[in-house]
Structures are given as structure tokens and as C-alpha cells.
């Protein structure tokens, strides 16, 4: 059973969330918040498997929960997925390098929801559909100049245009055809990417490509 905690200072917000979540048989809502500290104090307590969050929050916005969460040892393995209201908030890529594991528009479908719960608790990143390049064109372009890119030289080639392709925002799938092989080899090739590096997941990864330089503004495929 997945367990979640939902954290929104919108009670209507919350209560839809529920319905939903509580409705599938592998997923319940674990508890709720409506702050960012109330979202700590119960991230703490419950240590569910995913924290809806969402960045505006009274007391403790949804970054600095984040944070916190993310910079815990001992709640490594809690998933941090952030809700916003627009699809280009300005603290979102932020919030991906602070450590959550994604993030999604309010509006998304709950087909959508559903999948995204599903896929952080597998380790994967979640970023709404049709958002994703221009999210990354968006920050990346405001970015400081790349870092020194010698956590690269522990990748292989393959490993390095794996990841390259990771930061243009393609899929698993997408990867497997650009490179002819099947998806589980060019899952294979993330996994082992981010196990390399010391990413927490996909989206840290994302955040890596460009801050070694590997990746710049402009490039999307």
C-alpha cells in the first residue's frame, strides 16, 4: 500500500485529492496538512511513501518543506511531489534541485495524479506532460554557469548521452528510439546514470546535465 500525505492549505484542494487517492486499492491518504510545518511535524510522524505538496503555503511555504524533508537522512525514502497552481512557477526548478521528485499543475487529470504517485514511489520523476521542455528551457536558461564536470568522468559514453537525452526531457521510451535499443536497457542506462552520480531520482538528474554543463539552454530535442 502506498501511503500518502497531502499538504495544500486549500481544504476543498485536499478533499478532492482524497476521494481520488483513497479510492484506488493500492494507495491511501496516510494524513493531511495545511502548512509547511504542520507538512514537517507529519512527514515526520506518518513517514509516508509520498508528500503531495504544494509550494504556496502559509507558515512554512512548500520549498522550505521540501528542504527539510529532503535533507533529513533518515526520511531518504520519502517522496517530495510538488503541486502548483501555474505550469511555470518560479520556484519549481528550485524545488527539483532542493530534491523533490517532481512536480505537477493542480489542474492535471487524475489519470495523471494517479500515475505520478505510482512512478516516485518507483524512483522515477514525474513532471506533468507537456511541460517538461519548456520548464527546462525556462530555469535553465537563468542558471549560473555550468559547475566542473568531473562527476562526469565516472560515465561512460553511453552513460553521458543517456543522460544528455534525460536533460532535453525525454522519456525512457523516447531514449529507446533515439538510440535503437529496448526501454529496459535505456532504463538500465539511467538507473546505473544515477546511481553514478548520487541522484535521489530522474529530476535531480535533469538538474545535474546542466549544471555540468553536459546539457545548455537551447537545446531541446
Do not use: C
Not at 519549481?92 to 499543475?105: D, K, Y
Not at 543522460?163 to 532535453?168: E, H, T, W
Request: charged share 30%; hydrophobic share 50%; aromatic share 4%.
Amino acid at each position: 500500500m502506498i501511503r500518502v500525505l497531502l499538504a495544500d492549505d486549500q481544504s476543498l484542494v485536499r478533499a478532492g485529492f482524497r476521494a481520488l487517492l483513497d479510492a484506488q486499492p493500492d494507495i491511501e491518504v496516510a494524513g493531511e496538512a495545511a502548512d509547511g510545518e504542520e507538512a514537517w511535524a507529519k512527514v515526520r510522524e506518518l513517514r509516508p511513501d509520498v508528500v503531495l505538496m504544494d509550494i504556496r503555503m502559509p507558515l512554512l511555504d512548500g520549498l522550505a518543506a521540501t528542504r527539510r524533508i529532503t535533507g533529513e537522512e533518515e526520511l531518504k525514502d520519502v517522496r517530495v511531489v510538488m503541486l502548483t497552481t501555474f505550469e511555470l512557477d518560479e520556484y519549481v526548478f528550485e524545488a527539483i534541485r532542493s530534491g523533490a521528485s517532481g512536480f505537477l499543475v493542480k489542474d492535471t487529470e487524475p489519470d495523471e495524479l494517479l500515475r505520478a504517485v505510482r512512478a516516485v514511489v518507483d524512483g522515477d520523476a514525474l513532471l506533468s506532460p507537456g511541460v517538461t521542455r519548456r520548464l527546462i528551457a525556462e530555469f535553465a536558461a537563468r542558471s549560473k554557469e555550468p559547475a566542473a564536470a568531473d562527476a562526469l568522468a565516472r560515465l561512460t559514453e553511453r552513460e553521458r548521452e543517456v543522460m544528455a537525452l534525460v536533460g532535453i526531457g525525454l522519456s525512457n521510451e523516447e531514449i529507446a528510439r533515439r538510440l535503437v535499443v529496448s526501454p529496459l536497457t535505456a532504463k538500465t542506462h539511467v538507473s546505473r546514470t544515477m546511481v553514478k552520480l548520487g541522484a535521489r531520482d530522474r529530476a535531480q538528474l535533469v538538474v545535474l546535465a546542466y549544471e555540468s554543463g553536459l546539457v545548455r539552454p537551447g537545446w531541446l530535442g
